[in-house]
Each structure stands twice: as C-alpha cells, then as structure tokens.
T-cell receptor, first 113, second 114 residues
Framework: GEKVEQHESTLSVREGDSAVINCTYTDTASSYFPWYKQEAGKSLHFVIDIRSNVDRKQSQRLIVLLDKKAKRFSLHITATQPEDSAIYFCAASPASNTNKVVFGTGTRLQVLP | DAGVTQTPRHEVAEKGQTIILKCEPVSGHNDLFWYRQTKIQGLELLSYFRSKSLMEDGGAFKDRFKAEMLNSSFSTLKIQPTEPKDSAVYLC????????????FGPGTRLLVL
C-alpha cells in the first residue's frame, strides 16, 4: 500500500524566512495530495492541496510543488509568521480510492522571532 | 455551520475497561473517518464509512476496536477491552460528497489508559 514519508520531523526558521517541508510517496497511482495544519492543542485543518494534473499551486503564502517522476511533493511557506508555527501533515491518495488517504507523520514548524 | 464534534474531549480508563467515543460529522457530509494519532505512528486510519456503510475497517485494529454509524449524523468508536497502548488522541473527520473533498477534523478525544 501507499507509504508517505515526511522527511523533517522538526523545522525552525526565522520570522520572515521561507520554510520548506518535503514529502515522498510510493504509489504511482496517487493523484491527490492535501496538506493539513495542526496548531498546539487543536485538531487538524486543511490548508492547501494539489492534484497530479499540475506541478505547482499557490494560495497566498503557501506554495505546493509536485514532482511526479520523483514521487515527491513539498510545501513552501514564504514570509513566515509566528502563527505559522504548527505541525504540518502531508497526505496522498489515489484518485480511484480516496478513502485511502495516507498521512505523513508530521513536521513541527517553529517560527522564531 | 457546526463543524465535527467529538465527546468526550478527555477520557481516563483502567486497563480492561470498555470506552465509547462519540462523533457528530458535519451536516450533509457523506464520509466519516476515525483515526488514531500518536507521536510515534502519526495518523492511523481505524475506520471509514460512506453513507453509513463501513468501507474500511483498519486491519490491525479489528480485534478490540469497533466503529458504528447508526445514522448519518452520529458515530461511535468502542474500544473493548482497553489496553495502555491505546493511549492516544482519537480523531473523527468527515468529508462531503466529492471524491476529493477536504476532510474536516473534530477536536479529538485524548484517551489515557492506566
């Protein structure tokens, strides 16, 4: 089955710098890649996603890149702010079976003043 | 619109007890998921319902974990009997009718088994 690896378990950046969180997946059938954010003491909420028909998507300060050949996708947070501090989860699912959303183990991002 | 609600928010159980966790999905959502979240394993899928039908019953969790969805607005997760290794946060999520709709997560139930 699909395995999603999130390479950085923790990441610290200075406020205003960019943060990059990298994930890889194993199933070539995966075509939908959402990202979720979990703030301290709270549950997960959706932040951005990308589908396999594009290789880049941007929503304000968030950019997702997808490299299907390398089976790699990444979340870029530009001009980081303290409120970006949270755990970020990547996930992957095949279009034919989207109940099989497989999550990475999470990256704890700390934005330092 | 109310989001996903879960009760209780915290639960402490003795080893061997039966506990029942509850979830109310977003109104009108078709899909409901139960996950277990731990620092080591991350998010693990326990169960998945579509239109109240059980579609996925996470293999490793079948023995002592039983999720039910008696109606479209309420689901329960029963753990029987509990073991200390079940200590974790249990998350419920629901999703709309689109195959790639976003999952909306509840606040979770933090379970501690002594």
């Amino acid at each position: 089955g699909e395995k999603v690896e999130q390479h950085e378990s923790t990441l610290s950046v200075r406020e205003g710098d960019s943060a990059v969180i990298n994930c890889t997946y194993t199933d070539t059938a995966s075509s939908y890649f959402p990202w979720y954010k979990q703030e301290a003491g709270k549950s997960l909420h959706f932040v951005i996603d990308i589908r396999s028909n594009v290789d880049r998507k941007q929503s304000q300060r968030l950019i997702v890149l997808l490299d299907k050949k390398a089976k790699r996708f990444s979340l870029h947070i530009t001009a980081t702010q303290p409120e970006d501090s949270a755990i970020y989860f990547c996930a992957a699912s095949p279009a034919s079976n989207t109940n099989k959303v497989v999550f990475g183990t999470g990256t704890r991002l700390q934005v330092l003043p | 619109d109310a989001g996903v609600t879960q009760t209780p928010r915290h639960e402490v159980a003795e080893k061997g007890q039966t506990i029942i966790l509850k979830c109310e999905p977003v109104s009108g959502h078709n899909d409901l998921f139960w996950y277990r979240q731990t620092k080591i394993q991350g998010l693990e899928l326990l169960s998945y319902f579509r239109s109240k039908s059980l579609m996925e019953d996470g293999g490793a969790f079948k023995d002592r974990f039983k999720a039910e969805m008696l109606n479209s607005s309420f689901s329960t997760l029963k753990i029987q009997p509990t073991e200390p290794k079940d200590s974790a946060v249990y998350l419920c999520a629901s999703r709309g009718t689109g195959v790639q709709d976003t999952q909306y997560f509840g606040p979770g139930t933090r379970l501690l088994v002594l």
